[in-house]
């Protein structure tokens, strides 16, 4: 993982910008989960590399504009740049992070280049979703899985099946790994939002509900209440330590953590049976470690 880190600085050096590097400094490294996926499917290699590189940097991209959009303070245990250098700052690194990992990019060729720049698209697209969703509490699990598709699943897709290209495998068994991977990794985030702590997390905890975002858990508590106003009165509200913990009893009195454990699991087996042809135990520990992450 250093090895990636190092190539990311030198394409940040390239940039010749010392407000860029000295923003990019502030950054913490973070899973780099799309990073080991590519490495358990192309091998260690400086062209493996090199792409994990360049998703890491569009990952740091969406993050900083998803804190912008989101008004985060934390991400990774830190200030998040919009609050430390302010949004204008935070906004334009984000499109530099974009625009340099994209000319790297181009030297992946056709195929690979248009996979990574049209999942970037529908990334932005399922941003955008999500905000439309956060206007009102949405009780359809449909929409939520489409959003989260978009906004996380899509980027994971396209990291397998770009590594799959590079090392010659069958690229439409991994975007299936990928995409059910990237669908359980969100969910798991969203369990996490809940069941975690700021301290642990490296971010806000409890903050999706006062953002509007109704993840999983909050629709299947939906689900299982009769009096349905017991969740929609703290629908983004900033919740007090008695709201909250009153939030969490009804989550234990349903399960809901757990029904949606379960349901990221199925995810996640998924994931494993469209690649179990290729006995890859690496893939298999991936799936594994997303699910019983603590942060
Ligand atoms: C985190 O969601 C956000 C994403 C996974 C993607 C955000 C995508 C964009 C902002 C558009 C892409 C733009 C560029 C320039 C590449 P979250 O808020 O649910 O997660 P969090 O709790 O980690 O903030
Ligand atoms: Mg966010």
Redesign the pocket.
């Known amino acids: 993982m250093q090895k990636i880190d190092e190539i990311i600085q030198g394409f940040l050096r390239d940039l010749n910008c010392d407000i860029v590097l000295n923003m990019s400094k502030s950054i913490k490294t973070g899973k780099k989960l799309r990073s080991k996926l590519i490495l358990s499917i192309s091998g260690e290699n400086e062209e493996s590399y090199k792409l994990c590189a360049i998703i890491e940097l569009?990952h740091l991209?969406?993050?900083?504009?998803?804190?912008i959009?989101?008004d985060?303070k934390l991400?990774r245990g830190a200030r998040s740049v919009n609050s430390e250098f302010g949004t204008k700052n935070a906004l334009m690194l984000?499109?530099i992070?974009?625009s340099k990992a994209f000319s790297e990019l181009v030297g992946f060729g056709k195929k690979i280049s248009q996979l990574i720049a049209d999942s970037?698209s529908k990334?932005?697209i399922?941003?955008l979703m999500?905000i439309e969703l956060s206007k009102n509490f949405n009780a359809d699990k449909s929409l939520y899985l489409d959003m989260i598709y978009n906004?996380?699943a899509v980027?994971i897709e396209a990291s397998a099946r770009s590594a799959a290209i590079l090392a010659s495998l069958d690229d439409l068994s991994f975007r299936e790994y990928g995409k059910n991977l990237g669908l359980a990794f969100?969910m798991i985030?969203?369990i996490l939002?809940i069941s975690s702590d700021e301290k642990t997390l490296g971010?806000a905890a409890m903050?999706?509900f006062k953002e509007g975002?109704s993840t999983l858990p909050y629709i299947y508590l939906y689900e299982a209440l009769d009096d349905k106003n017991i969740l929609l009165d703290f629908f983004k509200k900033d919740l007090n330590d008695i709201e909250k913990k009153s939030l969490l009893d009804e989550f234990n009195k349903h399960g809901i953590l757990e029904k949606s454990k379960k349901e990221a699991l199925s995810y996640g087996n998924k994931a494993l049976k469209a690649i179990e042809k290729y006995n890859n135990k690496k893939l298999n520990d991936i799936i594994e470690n997303m699910i019983n992450r603590s942060f």
Do not use: M, P, W
């Open positions: 569009i991209a969406s993050l900083l504009h998803d804190d959009v989101d985060a991400r984000g499109d992070f974009y970037v990334l932005a399922g941003e999500d906004k996380t980027l969100q985030d969203d939002d971010k903050s999706d975002k």
